[in-house]
C-alpha cells in the first residue's frame, strides 16, 4: 500500500518515466455536465471527494481545484495515479493517491467522503455488491455515491462485441433500471434516478484489437471519424439537452445516498 499526500508524491519520479499519456479533458459533453453539477451540489471547501479507479482522471484536480475540496483517488495502478497527479499538480496540497485495493479497509477511512464516484468501475464486476457496500461504508452520512457506466444496451454494445468479444464479455450490461436496482441491494436510495447520458460517442467502444489490424491511413481515418462522432454529439446535446437513450446514448449514471440518511 502507498498513500501519499500531494506534496509528498515523486513527481521528480514521474517525469523520469517518460510517460506522456493524455489525461483526458473535462468537456462540454452531457456525462460531464452532469458530474460538474452533482460534485458542486454535494462538495465545497474542505468537503471531501473520493474517486474509486482514479488511474487517469482529471476529476480529482477538478474538485480540488474549483471546489477547494480535498481530493482522494484510489486505484491498483501506480502508473495511473501518476497520471491523475500529474493532472492535479497545481492543487498538489489537497491530493491524497491510494495505491491499493478498494476492500483494504486500513486504506481509507469509513463515513467521511462526501462524494464517492466511479467511472466505468462498476460493470467490470460480476457481483456488484460488495463493492457498492464498500461505497455506503464510505460515504458519509450527509454523501453521496455516484455511478456512472457505459450503456452497452444500444449501439456501442453491440460495436464493442464486433470488435472484442473478450471486452464486451468482461462487462455487466445495466439499464438504468438494473444500476439503482444493485444500489438499492448495497442500501442505497436514489438522490437522482439513473438516465442516460450524452447523445452518441463511437469512441467509447474500446477498438483497440480491430484497430490493431487496420492499415496505418485506415486507423488514422477511422480515429477520425471517432472523434469527429464524439464532437458532433457533443455539439448537438449542447444545444439541446437530448440524450441518445437506450439505442445511442454512450453512458449511463444515477447519485444515491446511504438508507435512512
Do not use: K
Not at 57 to 85: F, I, K, N, Q
Not at 105 to 121: E, K, N
Amino acid at each position: 500500500m502507498q498513500e501519499l499526500r500531494g506534496d509528498q508524491f515523486p513527481w521528480a519520479a514521474i517525469s523520469r518515466t517518460g510517460d506522456r499519456a493524455v489525461v483526458p479533458r473535462i468537456a462540454s459533453a452531457m456525462t460531464d455536465r452532469f458530474l460538474v453539477r452533482v460534485f458542486a451540489m454535494h462538495l465545497g471547501r474542505g468537503g471531501r471527494f473520493l474517486e474509486v479507479g482514479a488511474a487517469g482522471s482529471p476529476w480529482l484536480g477538478h474538485v480540488a481545484r474549483t471546489l477547494g475540496a480535498e481530493a482522494w483517488g484510489l486505484d491498483p495502478s501506480p502508473l495511473g495515479l501518476a497520471r491523475a497527479a500529474r493532472a492535479a499538480a497545481d492543487v498538489r496540497d489537497r491530493l491524497t493517491l491510494v495505491a491499493g485495493e478498494l476492500h483494504d479497509r486500513a486504506l481509507l477511512p469509513a463515513g467521511t467522503f462526501h462524494v464517492v464516484y466511479s467511472g466505468g468501475w462498476v460493470e467490470r464486476l460480476p457481483s456488484s455488491r460488495p463493492t457498492l457496500e464498500r461505497f455506503t461504508e464510505l460515504v458519509a452520512p450527509d454523501g453521496v455515491v455516484v455511478t456512472v457506466v457505459p450503456n452497452l444496451r444500444g449501439v456501442n454494445g453491440a460495436l464493442q462485441a464486433l470488435a472484442d468479444r473478450d471486452t464486451f464479455a468482461r462487462h455487466v450490461v445495466h439499464t438504468p433500471e438494473t444500476l439503482d436496482a444493485v444500489h438499492a441491494d448495497a442500501g442505497l436510495v436514489p438522490v437522482e434516478r439513473t438516465r442516460y447520458l450524452d447523445l452518441v460517442d463511437l469512441g467509447c467502444v474500446d477498438w483497440t484489437r480491430l484497430a490493431g489490424r487496420l492499415p496505418r491511413q485506415l486507423r488514422r481515418a477511422v480515429s477520425y471519424g471517432l472523434s469527429l462522432s464524439r464532437r458532433a454529439g457533443i455539439a448537438v446535446a449542447a444545444r439541446t439537452d437530448a440524450d441518445g437513450g437506450r439505442l445511442l446514448a454512450p453512458m449511463i449514471g444515477g447519485v444515491y445516498r446511504r438508507r435512512g440518511c
